[in-house]
């Protein structure tokens, strides 16, 4: 084939082939930009401790950690730091069911984002001892929820999460940075009739979720990790129907730390776990027929 007969068309992309498909079939389709947003999260432990002045720790991501991405929907019970009967929110997904695209869409995946959404701690002290935690009058379900591991934590300060894994004031995710070169991401269809291997997930955009300091690549909404081909995640009763995200943490990770040991005049409890929770977004052109759900 002589350079001059090249053209797009000798190299068909997936959305190339998703819209002529629906073309040929005569009738009116929608055609919209969508991105979908699943969280999951990766657990560390803390090992080392210096029970009497709670100086000098570490924090342990263990390999083998393999959190399901897309494999939930709204109101599904799942397991999300450290809490076993989280129910999923849409601002954890967007999917009604895990692992289908919702109102009947076929999906040309064309970008990927991933970046942390929030860092969260658990103590060992029980919800009793958290009032000498706290200052008086604190101790509230929202505080000890937080202290508990079961609500996102913002400690620009390093008041309770020691600012030497994760400190907002210094743009830091110290969590997710570690762990990111060692988590690997497989996109798998129709209960791994297909698999694609994406590779380490440090490669992956932030997507205007990061500082210019720390970001993995600009941290703008318009910069993706772009899959120009394309893959197909097709509607309900369709071949490539099902699909999740599957991330494996495919070594140990190891960050030594040192605790704040007061705060406001009382003695913090011993931090038995961190997690750091991530947010993966497929997105690319989706297409339906009108009224479709």
Not at 119 to 148: C, D, R
Not at 227 to 233: D, K, M, Q, R, S
Not at 262 to 279: D, K, N, R, S
Request: proline letters at 7%; one cysteine or more.
């Amino acid at each position: 084939m002589a350079a001059s007969e090249v053209t797009l068309a000798n190299f068909p992309t997936k959305r190339m082939e998703v819209i002529a498909a629906y073309a040929k079939n005569g009738v009116p389709f929608l055609a919209t930009t969508r991105g979908m947003h699943s969280v999951r999260s990766i657990a560390f432990t803390v090992q080392n401790r210096d029970a009497a002045g709670n100086v000098g720790s570490f924090l342990v991501a263990r390999r083998g950690q393999a959190p399901a991405f897309f494999a939930y929907g709204v109101n599904d019970q799942i397991d999300l730091s450290g809490n076993p009967v989280h129910r999923a929110t849409p601002a954890d997904t967007m999917l009604q069911r895990g692992m289908r695209t919702p109102a009947a869409n076929d999906l040309s995946i064309e970008w990927i984002t991933m970046q942390p959404r929030a860092i969260k701690v658990a103590y060992t002290a029980t919800a009793a001892h958290f009032p000498e935690f706290v200052a008086g009058g604190l101790e509230t379900a929202e505080v000890l929820g937080a202290l508990n591991g079961q609500r996102a934590m913002v400690d620009p300060f390093g008041k309770i999460i020691p600012a030497d894994i994760g400190a907002s004031a210094t743009l830091e995710q110290v969590l997710y940075h570690a762990i990111a070169p060692f988590l690997t991401l497989r996109l798998e269809w129709d209960n791994a009739d297909r698999t694609e291997k994406m590779g380490p997930c440090s490669q992956f955009v932030a997507g205007g979720g990061a500082s210019y300091l720390h970001a993995n690549g600009e941290p703008s909404v318009n910069n993706r990790f772009r899959i120009p081909e394309g893959f197909l995640w097709a509607r309900e009763g369709q071949p490539a129907g099902d699909l999740q995200a599957i991330a494996t943490l495919e070594d140990d990770v190891v960050i030594p730390y040192t605790p704040p040991t007061q705060w406001l005049g009382a003695t913090v409890p011993v931090m038995a776990f961190a997690y750091v929770e991530i947010v993966l977004t497929l997105g690319g052109l989706a297409l339906r027929v009108p009224g479709s759900n």
